[in-house]
């Protein structure tokens, strides 16, 4: 059967074909004649011989997506990523090996069913924004080719961006899984930092470093990456990161930030300007409006990566190369790297100082926004610019990325509106660790409402559903009534343990609220007193078991855990106040719930 692929590939587009008959022998056939047709040579470094992809396609046996949640998928892996028998370049000849084991995030993906085609290009060793410092073709941009392709994960971007794949790997230490996503209008997944084994991937700057996601939708790009997560015992920078499942609505109210008027910068470019101002009215138009947010010190942690001795750390990575075969480097691969001698230990210890200080005003900002909104680089830059300039304008694209790893939080660029010339122009949506879903559940109805406005954009996005959700089977549900509601003081304290948004629900009418004395912040004490009692406005979020006890080891009398009878006909636990407790407190029932009682108190 002739099977021609859609632009994007999705995986419930292929899955709904396979349960219909189609073999995957014929999606594999489509991909490398899809690759043929584009004749980009820059795109792939290294493919997997057609015979033995389709090898690899019939052995999937029969169609079972439960057992193999990737059946049929074909992807693609940046070659700075180890796949046993291909070689690894990083895009450097001289340097290339054939590793005998796969990296462990790519056995899993191969294990869930998913079928790779090849190993893709890149900025080499993983260094740059611009997709352009390889010694290989450059990979043209799927949009345009007189603009860069984005780094240094170009040719997986591309691929994604082509249909070649459904999904590709990339890496991302400075934006790598950003920048070529917004560059070639794709969705680009940046992984909360240890989420994902980094084993086999070759290093940049390890204590930066994670795997990174392309795919055409939301739901590709989280679906490759939860095949992918988990702990590895076997990877030192790998971390017990609970993943918690993409929320079915998003919490009641979710603050948006925003950068301030001097946090905007598109190099003068109101053609971009005016698409991220666009893109943002659509997340408002969903999310309420945005805050603005002072980014002055993300900006100063930017500045450590490579004007700071992070970049002694990518000297780390190949001091061998460094320094007895610096020749075979790219000659502004080896300028940016070389940079890093004027650095002396002492002033290593002194970045990671002046890191600290930072991070902790940067961290200030979860504590009035729940999701950051940034463009995901301020304008696209061209080859001729990159030709005149090898420097500056790699460095304009990371205006907005080079911060997030070295603050430890996570990101997700989503095709946004585009600009009036039809190239895109993409926002991206950052937020502290294990914000992972959150981040997944927002980009999806982003990009399910700016779909139909997107010129360039050919991405289908399935329908976003809402409603009343419940725990996966091995969460635990938690009902909860004060500072721990979405937006609220002590929100995090969920949020930071993978807990996800469930659902608004009030208790039966048989509870009664009160502000209890002390604080900040001030607590409620919720008890059910049967007649007399009132319906409580509250939230259901769900923690794994793990969680959900640490969670409760932590909450001081007189409050406790116990059964909250919902509305809904539910009962979850919950919290609830002991009787004794309530001296000095204020009885709040007639307000309805905590939220409207604190909006009361603060007008």
């Given at each position: 059967?002739?099977?021609?692929?859609?632009?994007?590939?999705?995986?419930?587009?292929?899955?709904?074909?396979?349960?219909?008959?189609?073999?995957?022998?014929?999606?594999?056939?489509?991909?490398?004649?899809?690759?043929?047709?584009?004749?980009?040579?820059?795109?792939?470094?290294?493919?997997?011989?057609?015979?033995?992809?389709?090898?690899?396609?019939?052995?999937?046996?029969?169609?079972?997506?439960?057992?193999?949640?990737?059946?049929?998928?074909?992807?693609a892996v940046k070659d700075n990523i180890d796949v046993a028998g291909l070689p690894t370049t990083a895009a450097c000849p001289d340097f290339a090996f054939?590793?005998?084991?796969?990296?462990?995030?790519?056995?899993?993906?191969?294990?869930?069913?998913?079928?790779?085609?090849?190993?893709?290009?890149?900025?080499?060793?993983?260094?740059?924004?611009?997709?352009?410092?390889t010694p290989y073709p450059v990979p043209r941009n799927a949009i345009d080719p007189a603009y860069v392709p984005g780094g240094s994960s170009s040719g997986s971007a591309v691929a994604v961006s082509h249909g070649i794949v459904a999904f590709a790997l990339g890496t991302d230490t400075a934006g790598s899984g950003r920048v070529p996503a917004g560059l070639n209008n794709v969705v680009g997944l940046k992984p909360s930092l240890g989420a994902v084994s980094s084993r086999g991937m070759l290093p940049a700057c390890r204590t930066l470093d994670t795997l990174s996601v392309f795919a055409g939708t939301v739901a590709d790009a989280d679906a490759a990456f939860r095949v992918m997560a988990g702990f590895d015992p076997a990877d030192p920078w790998s971390r017990p990161l609970p993943v918690a499942p993409v929320p079915a609505g998003l919490p009641p109210g979710l603050r948006l930030g925003v950068p301030d008027a001097a946090g905007l910068r598109f190099g003068g470019d109101p053609l971009s300007e005016t698409?991220?101002?666009?893109?943002?009215?659509?997340?408002?138009?969903?999310?309420?409006?945005?805050?603005?947010?002072?980014?002055?010190?993300?900006?100063?942690?930017?500045?450590?990566?490579?004007?700071?001795?992070?970049?002694?750390?990518?000297?780390?990575?190949?001091?061998?190369?460094?320094?007895?075969?610096?020749?075979?480097?790219?000659?502004?691969?080896?300028?940016?790297?070389?940079?890093?001698?004027?650095?002396?230990?002492?002033?290593?210890?002194?970045?990671?100082?002046?890191?600290?200080?930072?991070?902790r005003a940067a961290d200030a900002v979860w504590s009035r926004v729940d999701v950051l909104c940034v463009p995901t680089y301020p304008r696209p830059q061209t080859r001729a610019a990159l030709e005149a300039d090898p420097i500056g304008p790699n460095s304009e694209l990371g205006t907005y990325t080079n911060f997030v790893n070295l603050l430890d939080w996570c990101a997700l660029a989503v095709p946004g509106r585009a600009r009036d010339d039809g190239f895109p122009a993409g926002i991206t949506l950052i937020g502290p660790r294990g914000a992972d879903g959150l981040l997944a559940a927002l980009?999806?109805?982003?990009?399910?409402?700016?779909?139909?406005?997107?010129?360039?954009?050919?991405?289908?996005?399935p329908p976003v559903q809402d409603g009343p959700a419940r725990a996966l089977p091995g969460e635990i549900e938690l009902v909860v009534v004060g500072a721990h509601l979405s937006g609220l003081p002590l929100n995090h304290e969920l949020t930071g343990r993978g807990a996800r948004f469930l659902r608004a629900a009030e208790t039966a009418p048989e509870y009664r609220l009160h502000a209890l004395p002390g604080g900040p912040p001030k607590r409620p004490g919720l008890v059910r007193v049967g007649e007399g009692g009132g319906a409580i406005a509250t939230e259901v979020w769900a923690l794994p078991p793990a969680a959900f006890g640490e969670f409760v080891a932590g909450i001081p009398a007189p409050l406790g855990i116990g059964t909250v009878r919902l509305a809904d006909g539910t009962a979850p636990k919950g919290f609830l106040c002991e009787a004794a407790g309530l001296v000095g407190a204020t009885d709040i029932t007639g307000f309805g719930g905590w939220r409207r009682y604190m909006e009361k108190a603060a007008a």
């Open positions: 059967m002739d099977f021609p692929l859609p632009p994007f590939p999705t995986i419930p587009s292929l899955h709904a074909a396979y349960e219909g008959g189609l073999d995957p022998r014929a999606v594999v056939t489509a991909a490398y004649r899809r690759l043929a047709e584009i004749d980009d040579p820059g795109i792939f470094l290294a493919l997997v011989p057609e015979e033995e992809a389709l090898a690899a396609a019939e052995a999937l046996g029969a169609f079972d997506p439960q057992a193999k949640p990737l059946w049929g998928v074909p992807f054939t590793p005998t084991e796969t990296a462990p995030a790519v056995a899993r993906l191969l294990a869930a069913g998913a079928i790779l085609i090849g190993k893709t290009n890149l900025d080499q060793f993983a260094t740059g924004l611009v997709g352009v410092r698409a991220f101002a666009a893109t943002l009215a659509d997340l408002e138009g969903i999310a309420g409006q945005a805050a603005p947010v002072d980014v002055a010190p993300m900006f100063a942690v930017a500045g450590l990566l490579y004007d700071g001795p992070w970049v002694a750390e990518r000297y780390a990575a190949i001091r061998d190369v460094m320094e007895s075969r610096p020749e075979i480097l790219h000659a502004t691969t080896r300028a940016v790297i070389g940079s890093a001698i004027r650095h002396a230990a002492a002033d290593a210890f002194a970045g990671l100082y002046r890191l600290t200080d930072l991070r980009g999806a109805r982003l990009h399910a409402a700016s779909a139909e406005r997107i010129g360039a954009s050919r991405a289908p996005v």
